[in-house]
Nanobody
Framework: QVQLVESGGGLVQTGGSLRLSCAAS?????????GGWFRQAPGKEREFVAA????????YYAGSVRGRFTISRDNAKNTVYLQMDSLKPEDTAVYYC???????????????WGQGTQVTVSS
């Protein structure tokens, strides 16, 4: 088992930046293949944002955030980060971090989830 706790959400103006953190406790995160960030806006399905492999640090991004968001991990701290720059109102959502044993970008393949943190971008 692993517990994931997100932090760093908040209210920011268009064009601003936020950095989300996801701290894992319990089983060492390197046991898992990938850590990812997903988001869910009101009335919409949860969608993939970014993911990284724990061992090599390979990164994957949704097209809507590529070039603006950066995912990184610190295995020593069991933490995954999501640096979000040039934020837009359409980035407003609850952001979740998650971990999976699989090499996948699909939410259904992720085994463990954090509680979520709200990100609101005002226009």
């Amino acid at each position: 088992q692993v517990q994931l706790v997100e932090s760093g959400g908040g209210l920011v103006q268009t064009g601003g930046s936020l950095r989300l953190s996801c701290a894992a406790s319990g089983r060492t995160v390197s046991t898992y293949a990938m850590g990812g960030w997903f988001r869910q806006a009101p009335g919409k399905e949860r969608e993939f944002v970014a993911a990284t492999t724990w061992n090599t640090g390979s990164t994957y991004y949704a097209g809507s955030v590529r070039g603006r968001f950066t995912i990184s991990r610190d295995n020593a701290k069991n933490t995954v980060y999501l640096q979000m720059d040039s934020l837009k109102p359409e980035d407003t959502a609850v952001y979740y971090c998650a971990a999976t044993y699989a090499r996948s970008l699909r939410p259904s393949d992720y085994n463990y989830w954090g509680q979520g943190t709200q990100v609101t971008v005002s226009s």
